[in-house]
């Protein structure tokens, strides 16, 4: 068991030095059958090569920052399991359709803007002091958004969308799965000021369905069908008498 | 990848932009049977203009008759199928997309996917009623 190898083919980019990003392999130790790609990452980061750079936080799924593409497909390096690959090499890059920093660094920027676009928090009319009360709800209210509230920004879904790889104007699989989720909030009552966001032409209506977010989403968010439900949601709101009433 | 250097980025060093090739549909199975499914609009497009040339060539639409092109009569086989990928892929999607709630319940996702499926059996024997209703 001691000896069996594997090898990590890295994607390298220097922003001083290269025009491109280019693969580097590394030969290390594959030593224990529940190491992941995260952990092999930080083997050649400890022990082979210490400029290799990528983000990592919680190594539990849970923080979202260790998304990085694993033989083609965006995944949470920290639940990517090595044994699903050995013998054959694992190839890790950046996540797709997001500018490349350094190495398996990506500029998150883009993403944090339109996340901040659909106000993901709870928006009420007028706030009520904290001694007026609990906003109290039942537990059918709470299932009505719970699937949607298991989105942790891992980016993984814009990764996976071509739609926003051909044109990133797009808002994005997790924007509105977020906008979803609060429109769906029995305690929120800021529906109308995201509507303008998801119902312009960049919003929901440029998605085409692919459904591929939902495929490499690791909590089971189901983005598509946030999508799809909020592009039938703002049809009703637009053709129902009455439909925009709160 | 194909090569980018954006120097104008908002951050200071300079960044690698990838740019998707042409053919990124074929680096996935999912994304083929996507395009597959975006691809039916056209023969069923095509169909649609072989039709009214085929009732134009008969002279009127009473004298049509469908079956005198076997040629048409094969391609309107083929577009059936592909109409049928079509219809079956979306409606077996609505229970993702409808969110509808009966006596403040959730109506079970299967069960909005039977009510689709049993709402376009009966569409189309309303449909084909007419048509055969006025053919005759």
Known sequence: M????????????????????????????FSDDSMVVLDALNYIKAHVDGSLSYRWSCRMGICGSCGMTVNGTPKLTCSAFLRDYWPRPVTVAPLTNFPVVRDLVVDMEDFMQKLKSVKPWIIRKREMPLGAGEHRQTMDQIDDFRQFSQCINCMLC????????????????????????????????????????????????????????????????????????????TTLRFTLPYGNRE | MS??????????????????????WTRKRHYFLYMVREFTALPMAAWLLWFLIEIQRSGSVRTFRPGTSTAFV?????????????????????????????????????????????LWFVASIVIGAVLIGFGR
């Open chain 1, 2 to 29: 001691a000896d069996k190898r594997i090898t990590i083919r890295a994607a390298r980019f220097d922003p001083e030095k290269d025009k491109a990003p280019h693969l580097q392999s590394y030969d290390i130790p």
């Open chain 2, 74 to 118: 094969i391609f309107s086989f083929i577009c059936l199928l592909f109409a049928l990928y079509h219809s079956i892929t979306f409606l077996s999607l609505a229970g993702v997309i409808i969110h509808a709630k009966v006596l403040d319940r959730p109506v079970p996702p299967r069960a909005i996917v039977l009510t689709m499926f049993g």
């Open chain 2, 3 to 24: 090569a980018e250097a954006d120097s104008t980025a908002h951050v200071a060093t300079r960044v690698y932009k990838p740019a998707m090739g042409a053919g990124w």
């Open chain 1, 158 to 233: 814009y990764a996976a969308c071509p739609v926003y790889g051909l044109d990133n104007k797009f808002l994005g699989p997790a924007a509105i799965a977020l906008a979803r989720r609060y429109n769906l909030d029995s305690r929120d009552q800021g529906t109308k000021i995201r509507l303008p966001v998801l119902a312009q032409a960049d919003g929901v209506w440029e998605c085409s369905f692919v459904g591929e977010c939902s495929v490499v989403c690791p909590k089971g968010v189901d983005p598509a069908k946030a999508i799809q439900q909020t592009k039938l949601d």
